[in-house]
Structure formats: C-alpha cells, structure tokens
C-alpha cells in the first residue's frame, strides 16, 4: 500500500465519520453528546489525508507501508455497508435492568402530562418511592419487550457512552395494556405511578410499573438510546 492508498483510505474514513455525526448515524454508536468528537475526527482523518497526498508529491515513499494499514478499509465496509441496529428485546431481556443505584430526583415540572425519560420514571418510582409521581401523568416512549413468562415491559436502552456499554430501564406494564404487543414495536405511553415492583432475575435490580392510562405506537426516535449526561 503506497502512501495514496493510505491518503484515499484515511479520506474515506473521514468522511464517513463526518456523514455519521451530520446524519445521525453516529446515534447507533455513541451518546448524542459525543457528537462534537466524532465531527471532529472526521476533521482530523480528512486534513491528514490530504497532508499524505502533499507530503507523498514532495518525497516518494522509500518503503511500502506495513500490510496491516488495510484494516482501515473495514470501519468503511462497517459504516457504510453493515451499520447495526439499534439494540432492541433481544439485547434487553438478556441484561439487568440498569436502575441498580440512587440518583437525584428534582421536582416535576408543571403541567399534565409530564414527558420523562424511562430512566427519569424508573428512579422517581424506585428511589423516591413515587413520591415525586404522585398525582401527575407522565408519558413514555420506549420499545416493547417480552420476559420469559410473556409479561411485557417498556424498554429503553441506557447508555454511559456508546453502544457496547448499554444497559436495559425495564418499566413493567398495568393497566390498559393493550391486548396486541409486538416486540420491538415503539410505543408512546401515557399513565401513572403505579407501586407495583418486580425483580429483575439478571441482576436482581428492581423494575418499576406504570399505570397505563392510553398507548399509541410510535416510529422509532431518531436516537433511540438514553443517557444520563
């Protein structure tokens, strides 16, 4: 591999990174916050590429580059050709639930019903004992899954920061459930606190219920994934 090789592989590479954070493709595999980082090393990879081409004008190659440089055509084929699913029932059932410790609950805002995040719900119905929930209407969106013994939850995968480290928030469902659930369908769920709890028997964390009050489906968010920060 000659160093315009190199230059061509390493603007692809780029280029592709730049296409994934202005698209949103990136969403697949990292937090939204993480989106400056991934635009610029897209930046970084394109400058270098043309800083080869100018460098490889000025001085020709004494010796050809090791074989292995042609491990960077893969993140092309894996970005372009193959990018992933979102993970979805599959991934979810087969995790603990990610409400396992305390986190800080501030005070709703106004208004009925209140849009939170799954992970929002699950530490105000876990840790704070509903208090926060008490007498207010929230509204969810999440994925549905299936345990074992077919009891469906609403599902929303946690990430800290990208796609190998994400964890399920399971929200059990009561209520006006309806009577036709796919897995993996999007729902958007409006209801209320409900004290009813189970145990996850992955981790042993505790999944909270939700009063389903109405349920519609959704089309997926173009970020399918939550994070705390």
Not at 41 to 48: E, M, P, R, S, Y
Not at 186 to 203: C, H, M, R
Request: with cysteine.
């Amino acid at each position: 591999m000659n160093r315009t090789v190199q230059a061509i592989l390493l603007f692809l590479v780029g280029g592709v990174l730049l296409h994934a954070g202005v698209t949103g493709l990136y969403l697949r595999y990292v937090k939204a916050g993480l989106r400056p980082l991934v635009l610029a090393a897209g930046v970084v990879l394109v400058i270098a590429a043309l800083a080869t081409v100018w460098y490889a004008r000025r001085r020709p190659a004494g010796h050809p580059a090791p074989r292995v440089s042609w491990l960077l055509v893969l993140p092309v084929f894996a970005l372009i050709l193959a990018a992933p699913p979102a993970l979805g029932s599959y991934s979810a059932m087969r995790a603990g639930t990610a409400v396992t410790a305390p986190r800080i609950v501030t005070p709703l805002p106004d208004g009925n019903p209140v849009r939170l995040t799954v992970i929002d719900y699950a530490d105000r119905a876990v840790y704070d004992h509903g208090r926060s929930l008490a007498g207010r209407s929230v509204t969810l969106t999440g994925f549905v899954a299936f345990d074992p013994a077919g009891a469906p939850y609403l599902v929303r995968m946690l990430l800290n920061c990208c796609a190998a480290d994400a964890q399920p928030v399971k929200v059990g469902l009561t209520g006006r459930v309806p009577p036709v659930l796919q897995p993996d369908s999007w729902l958007e769920i409006t209801g209320g606190y409900s004290a009813e709890q189970a145990k996850d028997p992955v981790n042993g964390g505790t999944i909270p219920f939700i009063d389903v009050g109405q349920a519609r489906p959704v089309a997926p968010p173009a970020d399918p994934y939550e994070s705390l920060g």
